[in-house]
Nanobody
Framework: QVQLMESGGGSVQDGGSLRLSCKASARTFNMLTMGWVRQVAGKERERLAS????????HYADFVKGRFTISRDNAKNMVYLQMNNLKPEDTAVYYC????????????WGQGTQVTVSS
């Protein structure tokens, strides 16, 4: 079981930036595909971005391309989400998630961190 802990959420104004961090407690971190997912209350979760075990490959949802950047530091068991040009519709709880290579679904989730963007 991989334990994940997010940090870095908060409140910003329209157009602002935030950097989310996720610490993973897993000796197998460098074998995991990591991702960020968000959820608005009452709505389904949205996958935002993912990064391969070695950081070489990244994927983004169309609605965050050019604004969000996912990265990882395997030496520190950390994954990050840099979010720029935030919009009010980005307001949600943001989750860090992990899955093993080849798995389609995320198996481990963090507790989530709230991001609020005001207009």
């Amino acid at each position: 079981q991989v334990q994940l802990m997010e940090s870095g959420g908060g409140s910003v104004q329209d157009g602002g930036s935030l950097r989310l961090s996720c610490k993973a407690s897993a000796r197998t971190f460098n074998m995991l595909t990591m991702g960020w997912v968000r959820q608005v209350a009452g709505k389904e979760r949205e996958r935002l971005a993912s990064i391969s075990f070695n950081g070489v490959n990244t994927h983004y949802a169309d609605f965050v391309k050019g604004r969000f950047t996912i990265s990882r530091d395997n030496a520190k068991n950390m994954v990050y989400l840099q979010m720029n040009n935030l919009k009010p519709e980005d307001t949600a709880v943001y989750y860090c998630a992990a899955r093993f290579r080849g798995d389609a679904e995320y198996a481990s989730w963090g507790q989530g961190t709230q991001v609020t963007v005001s207009s």
